[in-house]
């Protein structure tokens, strides 16, 4: 790597952690202010870095740009598969991915449990959005509006007896996921079935999938399952955080520092 290519990256991670002045770049880089100066004026016409009225030099659009592009072009599935292969050696379990595409819960990965029970689910095929723990994540994510919207269309079709049967239910259901942070589908889709599922985020706070485990109650019973919330969401986060999410407390705790 070329030197000036080095200091130029060197810069870039400096004003990512916060703003500087020419003499503090040149006192962290240990060169001269002349050189260093040259390489912000390159960056700031391609507008990697720009300057306030104090002359302290903070990160630019450009970089911002390219930034939103490298998590755009991020395939949750690619980046979660490793995750989600981890979850399922550890847990032994039924570990699914879905998203939400076209007004559907549409499962794009799974890892079918250790044992030889299988589960009804396939990729590919839609998820039922009021008995499903994903497709209770992926509608509670939704904007209001769009949750009701949703929720009155659905038919509710009753696949158990602890299936929710009707939009006034279902909306109740939503609120206490989106309040909780995640969902849960006690036998509501198959009977004898148990499943939690967690929102996975990406760079800008979005929810853009869901992950779920799901146990037949022969191996685990529902407060069993309900006991690995916090390793499922372990997973969650990780996968998140490879998408470029950052916590709310994890910035407010950087900044503080």
């Keep these: 790597m070329s030197q000036s290519l080095s200091r130029a990256l060197t810069i870039l991670g400096l004003l990512g952690a916060e703003s500087r002045s020419l003499d503090q770049l040149a006192g962290e880089l240990e060169v001269h202010k002349t050189t260093v100066m040259r390489l912000l004026r390159t960056m700031e016409t391609d507008r990697f870095v720009q300057h306030d009225s104090n002359h302290r030099y903070v990160l630019g659009s450009r970089f911002f740009e390219l930034a939103n592009r490298a998590l755009e072009q991020r395939d949750v599935r690619t980046v ?141 019973n529902h407060s069993q399952v309900l006991a690995t919330l916090p390793e499922v969401r372990r997973v969650a986060a990780a996968i998140s955080a490879d998408l470029g999410w950052i916590p709310a407390h994890d910035v407010d705790s950087s900044e503080k520092g």
């Design 80 to 220: 979660a598969r490793p995750h989600l292969s981890e979850l399922n050696v550890t847990t032994g379990q039924t570990i699914h991915l879905a998203t939400y595409e076209s007004g559907e819960a549409v499962y794009i990965d799974k890892f079918d449990a250790k044992q030889s029970v299988r589960m009804y689910s396939r990729i590919g095929r839609p998820a039922p959005l009021h008995c499903t723990a994903v497709g209770k994540v992926l509608v509670a994510a939704r904007p209001h509006t769009e949750r009701v919207n949703i929720a009155e269309r659905i038919a509710y079709e009753r696949f158990t007896d602890r299936t929710i049967d009707c939009a006034e239910k279902y909306l109740a259901e939503l609120d206490l996921v989106a309040e909780q942070g995640y969902a849960e589908d006690h036998e509501e889709h198959e009977s004898f079935v148990n499943c939690i599922g967690v929102p996975i985020r990406d760079g800008t706070g979005s929810v853009v999938a869901a992950v779920s485990m799901s146990v037949p109650d022969m191996l685990l």
